[in-house]
């Protein structure tokens, strides 16, 4: 863990409020506040999750590359939970498109704390052009039971979420079950089956998540949402 030096404090964003989101409210146990790192204006973006294995291959590092990026050009905000593996990937792609392009963390520490330690100047650079989001006050550190809470708040705020490689018991399985109930898109990018980490992404598309190979996929089955008169809610 490690402690993230930034000049100003995060704007805490109370339940019920006018710039707390909206999809929020879908959950049965909304937050009562989020402390916001960023330009609280990204909030109103139509959001995509990308998830996936800490452990990811070659392969999958390079889909969440490529998936992020063409999501981004489209318009939308990236988010997810600044975990090494896929969502680094998928963070760093988007900070490289350069101004007019974001991405928000989703964290399970404090906005002023970075886990992993590694992630550190990724971090700096989310908040620097993006969102560091987490319903955690600044000096709470990480605990296993913060990653499963801070999952559900990435399934709500998205309007769906596309899972890159996941293990049988991966906790990306948790938040694409999570976006499911709440009746967000699930997909599910498919890999070899000698692939252990193949299996996760393989039983949702059994379970009725859309099979995706490229960000067409999912912003055609989106495009409802995507169009210019579209307001974020």
């Known amino acids: 863990m490690q402690i993230l030096p930034t000049p100003n404090a995060p704007t805490c964003i109370k339940c019920g409020s006018d710039d707390y ?4 409210y879908d959950l049965f146990d909304p937050p009562k506040s989020l402390y916001i790192y960023g330009e609280i204006a990204l909030l109103k973006k139509p959001m995509i999750a990308i998830v996936g294995s800490r452990s990811a291959s070659l392969e999958g590092l390079k889909n ?25 990937a998928a ?7 350069g ?6 963390a989703v964290l399970g520490t404090g906005t002023d704390l970075v886990y992993p330690r590694q992630n550190t100047s990724l971090s700096q650079a989310i908040g620097q052009r993006g969102l560091l989001i987490s ?22 705020l998205s309007l769906g979420v596309v899972v890159i490689e996941a293990a049988k018991m991966s906790g990306s399985l948790i938040t694409a079950r999570l976006a499911a109930d709440l009746g ?8 070899p089956i000698s692939n252990p980490n193949s299996i996760g992404c393989h039983l949702l598309i059994q379970q009725g998540a859309k ?8 912003l055609e089955e989106l495009d409802f949402c995507l169009k210019p008169s579209f307001k974020w809610l």
């Open 21 to 24: 989101p909206r999809r929020l």
């Open 64 to 88: 969440a590359h490529l998936i992020a990026q063409g999501l981004s050009k489209a318009g939308v905000l990236i988010v997810s939970g600044l975990a090494i593996g896929v969502d680094s």
């Open 91 to 97: 963070h760093h792609a988007v900070l490289k498109l």
């Open 99 to 104: 101004p007019g392009h974001f991405t928000a």
């Open 135 to 156: 319903e955690l006050p600044p000096g709470v550190g990480p605990k296993a039971w913060h990653f499963p809470k801070r999952n559900r708040i990435i399934a709500a």
């Open 184 to 191: 967000r898109e699930v997909f599910a990018i498919p890999g």
């Open 211 to 218: 099979l995706a190979f490229r960000p067409e996929d999912i």
